[in-house]
């Protein structure tokens, strides 16, 4: 009973997670937690903490991992799928009909509330996790340290600066608390890896290289490049973006500049994670193929982009149990959860700076207004967050 409640739980989350990964690890604390006791709350906040230092896209690691604390394998992998299908296809038939509403001069500007209203759901993201899991006087310091340093490193325009340096902030974190460690590892501890997953997660590299320098094929060069990128990227899909436009646009110009953005807009009004935006570019960057192969685009470029993340959590997660019962594993996580909070509240700060938020004109006014009412409805707790999107929505089209 609990797995199949579990499993439709996870379609009406799919559906309903709007706001990006630190809006979603918000619904999970409230859902998956406090309403429906699936697991603690140490034990989630213990998985985002694990998923935030691997790469790849952390809401989906996060969810997967659950799956697999309650049913193993085959429950993970179900969830997996029901994730990631929904607004994996509708991004990808998006793709396939972006072109007639850009000939048709269609207006997006029932969109226009979204921007505002996410900058809250990710500002009470920041709040409910911060007052969670920041406690101590060393937790508190490096939370501030990390907000900063994350700030200052994503205004500075360098996403490769930046991919790197978010791993680095977490690790920085962990060894400091790990230092502070006195407890002695149990005699009795022991590791059991399997490295199945992780010679899978290295094949893959090597296959999808291989395959995009032997055969000068689209569809090949998509898939190394959505590969890579999944492999290598830490710190969500705000770091995947500009890195995805340099390579799609600007060095091998399969999109041009107003694709890029309309599908960039559509993503941000999907639920799901950011990373179904590549469902969108593998089929837009195929776009003179027919629709099937769009379509065949698309479901490379989700491929491409979730299989490393996947397969790195799998490799982790079971021996995840046995790992965290190390002393000086549990004490890093400490600083590791104090770093990523930091970058949450790094999030919503970008994340505002962009908006309108001039109380001297109308539309700076009704952003300033949206922001501070989304937070208190949420803060007042009686409203979920997909509702409250999708109430932003509404009002756009009206």
Not at 51 to 68: D, F, N
Not at 112 to 131: D, G, Q
Not at 195 to 221: E, M, P, Q, T
Not at 235 to 261: A, C, H, N, R, W
């Amino acid at each position: 009973m609990t797995k199949s409640r579990f499993l439709k739980d996870v379609i009406l989350l799919s559906l309903t997670a709007f706001g990006g990964p630190q809006a979603h690890m918000a619904m999970f604390l409230d859902f998956l937690v406090e309403k429906r006791k699936y697991l603690s709350e140490e034990d989630l906040i213990e998985l985002i903490a694990l998923c935030q230092i691997l790469p790849g896209p952390t809401s989906t690691q996060t969810i997967t991992a659950v799956g697999y604390k309650i049913g193993g394998i085959p429950l993970a992998l179900v969830t997996l799928l029901l994730w990631l299908t929904p607004a994996g296809l509708a991004m990808i038939g998006i793709a396939m009909f972006i072109g007639y509403l850009q000939d048709q001069n269609i207006s997006l500007d029932f969109m226009r509330f979204l921007a505002p209203m996410a900058v809250a759901v990710v500002a009470f993201a920041a709040y409910k996790i911060t007052s969670k899991v920041v406690k101590t006087k060393i937790q508190i310091a490096l939370c501030i340290f990390s907000t900063i340093a994350a700030f200052l490193i994503t205004i500075s325009g360098n996403a490769n600066v930046a991919s790197i340096s978010f791993p680095l902030l977490l690790i920085l974190g962990g060894w400091i608390t790990a230092r502070s460690n006195t407890e002695e590892k149990p005699a009795d501890l022991s590791l059991n890896i399997e490295w199945k997953n992780l010679i899978l997660f290295g094949g893959f590299f090597v296959l999808s290289s291989a395959l995009g320098y032997l055969f000068h094929l689209r569809i090949f060069a998509l898939f190394e490049n959505f590969y890579r990128n999944g492999s290598l990227i830490f710190g969500g899909g705000q770091v995947l973006i500009p890195l995805l436009k340099v390579e799609m646009v600007d060095s091998q110009k399969y999109l041009t500049d107003g694709e890029f953005l309309s599908g960039l807009s559509f993503v941000q009004a999907m639920p799901g994670p950011m990373f179904n935006f590549c469902g969108y570019l593998g089929a837009t960057a195929m776009k003179d193929t027919g629709m099937m192969g769009q379509f065949v685009g698309g479901l490379v470029g989700l491929i491409g982009i979730f299989l490393p993340g996947t397969l790195l959590i799998f490799f982790v997660i079971r021996f995840w149990e046995e790992l965290k019962k190390y002393p000086v594993v549990k004490a890093s996580l400490t600083g590791v959860n104090a770093m990523a909070s930091g970058l949450v509240i790094a999030a919503a700060a970008l994340l505002f700076l962009p908006v309108d938020t001039n109380p001297t004109d109308s539309t700076g006014l009704i952003n300033l207004a949206l922001m501070v009412g989304t937070f208190l409805v949420l803060l007042w707790g009686k409203i979920p967050v997909p509702f409250v999107i999708l109430a932003g929505l509404g009002l756009g089209f009206l």
